[in-house]
């Protein structure tokens, strides 16, 4: 059996939010966030530690930090010199 998905409104619309759900629930490892960032794996594990706006947001799974692809871009985006 052939199963489908109706999407309504604007094509290129659904495309670009499927493309942005898709990147906001992607989990990045340390290492991942240090390429994506071209800094040391010390720099993200001390961004972590840090408290208020210079934190970088992540989520803590046991031992193993990961982090939301889109919540890194816009951290990033916040850091941003005007």
């Known amino acids: 059996m052939e199963s489908f998905t109706v999407?309504?409104?604007?094509?290129?619309?659904n495309a670009a939010t499927v493309g942005?759900?898709?990147?906001?629930?992607?989990?990045?490892?340390v290492q991942e966030v240090a390429?994506?960032?071209?800094v040391p794996i010390s720099w993200v594990y001390e961004r972590t530690r840090r408290g208020?706006?210079?934190?970088?947001p992540h989520?803590?799974?046991?031992?193993?930090?990961?982090?939301?692809?889109?919540a890194v871009i816009d951290f990033?985006?916040?850091?941003?010199?005007?």
Request: charged content about 30%.
């Open 7 to 13: 999407q309504f409104g604007n094509p290129a619309t």
């Open 35 to 38: 390429n994506l960032l071209h």
């Open 76 to 82: 990033i985006r916040k850091q941003r010199c005007a």
């Open 52 to 56: 208020g706006t210079d934190q970088l």
């Open 59 to 70: 989520v803590k799974l046991g031992k193993y930090l990961r982090f939301e692809e889109g």
């Open 20 to 29: 942005q759900k898709a990147r906001d629930e992607r989990l990045l490892t």
